[in-house]
């Protein structure tokens, strides 16, 4: 089915350990984006990219990274964990001007660091 | 600078009444509003959009959303409510750059 997928569903992960948030879609989209959403938050932007070899700082940036080198994929990178980061994440994708239906989201990410 | 906000963080109403889930937003030039739902453990949907035309939306699942440009709202509604339709409720609003500004969200309960 056409979509955005997240992997993996869920991480328990250490203070201080990297890992890597996968994110890929199969419709095309220009743009792309992370989230995160937090109790009483709703969803803060983390980065987002217009395009393969762009992207930019959202609301959260600090301590994330992402990189665009294809259309389909856009890794949410944590270059050391640490606990303010237990979060659910939510990466979206969309046509350049927010497409017909604004945005398609992915089902999510759980990540808990301890 | 564009924002969304929805000032009640949880909405209760009886099985079969009229809901409304209230959002009202600030916005430079014409907005783009959107209306998203997320069940629990699950990814945000789209429900319906307003970007321009008539003030009254009709969106999925029987759901409407009504934009009212001079009290800058654009309440969610729905004539009879359904158990089913428990879940957190999101407001957005596209800014000039294509992101989307979320509200905080409300969490609707229907109850039998």
């Known amino acids: 089915n056409a979509g955005v997928t997240q992997t993996p569903k869920f991480q328990v992960l250490k203070t201080g350990q990297s890992m890597t948030l996968q994110c890929a879609q199969d419709?095309?989209?220009?743009?792309m984006s992370w989230y995160r959403q937090d109790p009483g938050m709703g969803l803060r932007l983390i980065h987002y990219?217009?395009?393969?070899?762009?992207?930019d700082q959202g609301e959260v940036p600090n301590g994330y990274n992402v990189s665009r080198s294809t259309t389909e994929d856009f890794p949410l990178r944590l270059l050391s964990a640490a606990p303010s980061q237990t979060s659910v994440y939510f990466c979206?994708?969309?046509?350049?001007?927010?497409?017909?239906?604004?945005?398609?989201f992915g089902s999510g990410t759980r990540l808990t660091v301890v | 600078a564009q924002s969304v906000a929805q000032p009640e963080d949880q909405v209760n109403v009886a099985e079969g009444n009229p809901l409304t889930v209230k959002c009202t937003y600030s916005v430079s030039g014409n907005p783009y509003l959107f209306w998203y739902v997320q069940y629990p453990n699950r990814g945000l949907q789209f429900l319906l959009k307003?970007?321009?035309?008539?003030?009254l939306v009709k969106g999925s699942y029987g759901f409407e959303a009504e934009f009212n440009k001079s009290q800058t709202s654009f309440h969610l509604k729905k004539p009879s409510a359904l158990v089913s339709d428990s879940a957190l409720y999101f407001c957005?609003?596209?800014?000039?750059?294509?992101?989307?500004?979320f509200g905080t969200g409300t969490r609707l309960q229907v109850f039998p």
């Open positions: 979206a994708s969309s046509y350049l001007q927010g497409g017909v239906n604004g945005y398609t």
């Open positions: 419709m095309n989209h220009e743009y």
């Open positions: 990219s217009v395009g393969a070899g762009i992207t």
């Open positions: 957005a609003v596209r800014d000039n750059t294509d992101k989307l500004i």
């Open positions: 307003y970007i321009t035309g008539d003030n």
